[in-house]
C-alpha cells in the first residue's frame, strides 16, 4: 500500500496537481521520528511569535525602529521546506536558501539565531549583519542562509547560480528559492526555470502564493489559477500544496529535494497560503492582536476582505500542526502550550535584548561597500 501510495504522489507530482488529496496529510511526515515531528511545530510558533512580538512593538512603541514585511500566516511553508533540508555545514556543505523582501519566517527556519536577528531587523551593530542588512536583506552564511532580495524577482537568478556551482562541484546540496506569487509576472522566473531545466539543476522554486503581490490580487498577473501549471511548460515538476499544512509541504519538499540529490532536476512548488498583516508594516495592527484588519493608507483603501483574513485565519498553521500532532499522539495539548509559551518568552527576551544593543557608528556608514587593503589581481592570484 505505501509503494502504491507513493506513486499515486509521484503521478501527482509530475502532472502538476495536489500531491495530496485531502486525508493523506502527512503519509512520509507521520513515520518521522517524534521529536522532528515536534521540532516543525516549535519552529511555525517560533516564527509566529517572533512576528506576533515585532509587530506589536511596531504598533506601540514609538522609539522602535525596525520594520517589517510579516510573514504571520505563512509560517507552515517555511517550517516544512527547512525541514526537508540540511540546515548545517555552511555553505559548501548546507543546502541553500534563497529568500525573499519577506524573510523572516525562512531565516528562523533554517536556524538563524532570533536574537540577533531582533537586532538586526533594529540596525543594531551587534546584528546578525552588523545593522547594515536590516529585515529585507539578512544572511547567514554558517546556516546557508544566503540572503533575501528587497525586489521582486531576482533571487531565484542568483539562486540557480549556486545551484550551477552546486552541480559543477558535484555536491550534494540542494538550493531553495522562495518566492511570492507576483515573480510569475517578471522574466526571472520564467528565465531561471528554464536554464534550470536545462541544466537539470538541484533547484526548487518554493512561490508562496497568498493571493496579493503588495496589493493587487494575483489573478491580475496571472491567467492561470495554479502558478505550477507553469511547470509544464519547461517538463519539470509542479505541484501545488496546501500552505497551512506543514506536514504537506514537508511531504512535497521532500519529494522535491530527494530529487535534486539524486540529480534529476527542479521542481516548482506552488504552496496556496496566507498573510495574517498587510504587505508592510502595522497598518491595522492593534497590540496583542493577530492580523491587521481595516484601512490600509499604504495601499489608499481596505484592499483585502475582513472576511476574507478571518477566513482564512480559521485554518491557521499553529492550530493544525498542534492538533494534527496531539491526533497522532505526539503531543499533548498541555505540552504543546508549553511550547508556544516558550517561543513567545524567547521571542520578548530577544527583542528586549536587541533594544539594548549599541546603534551602528555613522562614520562606518560606507564600510562593506568598497574593498579595504589590497586585493591582488585575480590573474595573477
Known amino acids: ?57 511596531m504598533a506601540s512603541d514609538p522609539n522602535y525602529r525596525g520594520y517589517n514585511h510579516f510573514y504571520a500566516g505563512q509560517e507552515a511553508v517555511a517550517a516544512g521546506v527547512c525541514a526537508a533540508l540540511n540546515n548545517k555545514g555552511g555553505v559548501l556543505e548546507a543546502d541553500l536558501v534563497y529568500s525573499t523582501h519577506r524573510p523572516t519566517g525562512h531565516a528562523i527556519a533554517k536556524g538563524m539565531d532570533m536574537k540577533k536577528m531582533a537586532a538586526e531587523e533594529e540596525f543594531k551593530a551587534t546584528g546578525i549583519n552588523n545593522g547594515y542588512a536590516g529585515e529585507m536583506h ?7 542562509f544566503i540572503g533575501a532580495d528587497g525586489m521582486i524577482g531576482p533571487g531565484p537568478v542568483i539562486a540557480t547560480g549556486s545551484a550551477f556551482a552546486i552541480k559543477a562541484r558535484g555536491s550534494k546540496q540542494v538550493v531553495v528559492n522562495f518566492g511570492g506569487d507576483g515573480t510569475y509576472a517578471t522574466p526571472h522566473f520564467h528565465a531561471t526555470l528554464n536554464n534550470a531545466a536545462l541544466l537539470k539543476l538541484p533547484f526548487i522554486y518554493v512561490l508562496e502564493n497568498n493571493l496579493y503581490h503588495q496589493y493587487a490580487h494575483y489573478s491580475y498577473s496571472c491567467p492561470m489559477k495554479d502558478i505550477a501549471d507553469a511547470a509544464r511548460t519547461y517538463r519539470i515538476p509542479g505541484v501545488v500544496v496546501d500552505g497551512q499544512d506543514v506536514f504537506q509541504v514537508y511531504n512535497v519538499a521532500k519529494i522535491a529535494v530527494d530529487r535534486a ?38 495601499a489608499i483603501s481596505s484592499f483585502r476582505p475582513e472576511r476574507e483574513v478571518r477566513a482564512w485565519m480559521q485554518r491557521d498553521p499553529v492550530v493544525i500542526a498542534r492538533d494534527v500532532l496531539i491526533n497522532w499522539g505526539v503531543l499533548t495539548r498541555a505540552r504543546a502550550d508549553q511550547i508556544e509559551a516558550a517561543a513567545k518568552q524567547e521571542a520578548i527576551e530577544a527583542f528586549a535584548w536587541a533594544a539594548q544593543q ?24
Not at 39 to 45: L, N
Not at 138 to 144: E, H, M, N, V
Not at 276 to 292: D, F, M, Q, S
Not at 358 to 381: I, M, S, T, Y
Request: aromatic fraction near 10%; proline fraction near 6%.
Open 1 to 57: 500500500m505505501k509503494s502504491v501510495a507513493s506513486a499515486g504522489a509521484a503521478v501527482s507530482l509530475m502532472t502538476g496537481q495536489s500531491a495530496f488529496a485531502a486525508g493523506e496529510s502527512g503519509y512520509w511526515s507521520k513515520d518521522l521520528p517524534n521529536d522532528k515531528l515536534v521540532d516543525m511545530f516549535t519552529t511555525i510558533v517560533r516564527i509566529r511569535w517572533h512576528e506576533r512580538t515585532m509587530a506589536d512593538k
Open 138 to 144: 539578512l544572511s547567514d552564511a554558517s546556516i546557508g
Open 261 to 298: 540529490r539524486a540529480g534529476e532536476g527542479p521542481t516548482l512548488i506552488e504552496a496556496k497560503t496566507y498573510r495574517y498583516y498587510n504587505h508592510w508594516g502595522a497598518p491595522g495592527v492593534k497590540p496583542g492582536e493577530l492580523g491587521a484588519f481595516g484601512y490600509d493608507p499604504l
Open 358 to 381: 549599541p546603534n551602528c557608528k555613522p562614520e562606518d556608514g560606507l564600510r562593506n561597500v568598497f574593498v579595504e587593503g589590497v586585493v591582488p589581481a585575480r590573474q595573477f592570484g
